[in-house]
């Protein structure tokens, strides 16, 4: 692999990578589910996950769409041989990252907190956050001029909050290992710490994006998209 190769590819892999980890959380999630109620309740696990599985089940359904196909869309080669599959992708991707959204909101407001007061804020922004980012790039890249560099920097802001969940484990992790099971508090300063350091990453990296020697990316984006979205 060339060294050019190499760096058109760091970055979405690194957010496979990240975004793995919600894939494998949600697989075992839907294994429970399938298995039924636990015999010794699980405080991560409400009951209702059990007599009213659809919402999660979509939840994390949509949450394996976005955080596979979310990476990708930053992936070079998806907007020029990719092109076609970059456009329907990126629709799936949207649709998906809606459903995470709205299903984050209704089971935040529908099943028995835990995490505490300060949980249910952060899902609210969070899910709020991702819904408007997609649609904020979504408006760009289908406006009559074709806004591709505010389509990618909304885009960006999008994968970050719908990466926020993995961010959180990978922060949770290793106070559990230390310190235990968390408690409401923590829980409650995790979810919020997790789309803000994300999104923490991705305005430093515009910012020096705005600074240096501008991609053409944008411009090659804008020639392949030229098609109707």
Do not use: C
């Amino acid at each position: 692999m060339t060294n050019k190769r190499y760096k058109n590819w760091l970055v979405p892999g690194l957010l496979l990578l990240l975004g793995s980890i919600n894939v494998i959380s949600g697989a075992f999630q839907l294994d429970t589910i399938m298995q039924g109620p636990p015999a010794v309740p699980d405080e991560m696990m409400t009951m209702e996950y059990f007599s009213m599985p659809v919402p999660i089940v979509l939840h994390i359904l949509a949450g394996v769409i976005f955080n596979l196909m979310g990476p990708l869309q930053f992936a070079p080669i998806t907007w020029g041989r990719w092109a076609g599959w970059h456009r329907w992708s990126g629709r799936l991707l949207v649709l998906s990252g809606f459903l995470i959204a709205g299903t984050g909101l209704w089971m935040n407001h529908v099943y028995p907190q835990y995490g505490g007061l300060f949980k249910y804020p952060g899902i609210v922004v969070n899910s709020l956050g991702l819904a408007i980012a997609l649609g904020i790039a979504l408006q760009a890249v289908r406006s009559s001029d074709r806004d591709i560099a505010k389509h990618r920097k909304w885009m960006m802001r999008a994968v970050a909050f719908g990466l926020g969940p993995a961010t959180q484990r990978v922060v949770i992790i290793p106070y559990f290992l230390i310190f235990g099971i968390p408690d409401d508090w923590m829980i409650g300063l995790v979810i919020w710490m997790g789309f803000l350091i994300n999104l923490a990453v991705v305005e430093f990296v515009l910012a020096r994006n705005r600074r240096g020697k501008q991609s053409s990316a944008n411009l090659i984006l804008k020639t392949l998209l030229d098609k109707k979205v």
